[in-house]
């Protein structure tokens, strides 16, 4: 990375996992050469203003879909299973519009639906949420309820081991 900053001869930014800090850590020449570190997080849904941030998110996705008609993420209904399918993580937003869009455009669709959303989910695993449910298809989702339910079957996991 020295070498390939010095030979490119322009700005670089490094990213990577919350754990490649550690690179810096253990290299002070390579710590100094990147002095500005800068942490980006997945996104909050608690206030109304950090859900319209992540509906804003999501309608900017949407609007960049290869549909011609829209599939409305930003729905409240739609980005609370959103949300909750992803923790608000970016990445886990683009893995399952990836699935879903690969499902829309197989099945002949000119925009992506809730059955696509379900597929998609179903097709990503994320192991630090082993009690995540699908909430695409649901109608009666309720995202706090979705939460609590994980929270609870995490803790009983927990207290069975310990």
Do not use: W
């Amino acid at each position: 990375i020295k070498k390939f900053s010095d030979d490119a001869n322009v700005p670089i930014i490094l990213c990577g996992m919350p754990e490649s800090k550690r690179i810096f850590e253990h290299n002070e020449q390579l710590d100094r050469r990147f002095l500005d570190k800068e942490e980006i997080y997945g996104f909050q849904y608690i206030t109304k203003e950090e859900q319209i941030e992540f509906r804003t998110f999501l309608k900017a996705v949407d609007e960049d879909l290869p549909f011609y008609n829209r599939t409305y993420l930003a729905d409240k209904k739609l980005s609370d299973k959103m949300f909750y399918a992803t923790n608000g993580n970016p990445y886990y937003v683009n893995k399952i519009l990836v699935e879903a869009t690969a499902f829309a455009a197989k099945s002949g669709n000119d925009s992506i639906d809730e059955n696509h959303l379900y597929e998609a989910f179903r097709r990503i695993k994320n192991s630090k949420r082993p009690f995540v449910t699908n909430p695409f298809t649901n109608d009666k989702f309720n995202l706090f309820d979705a939460f609590e339910l994980e929270q609870n079957k995490n803790k009983k996991l927990a207290k069975n081991i310990g």
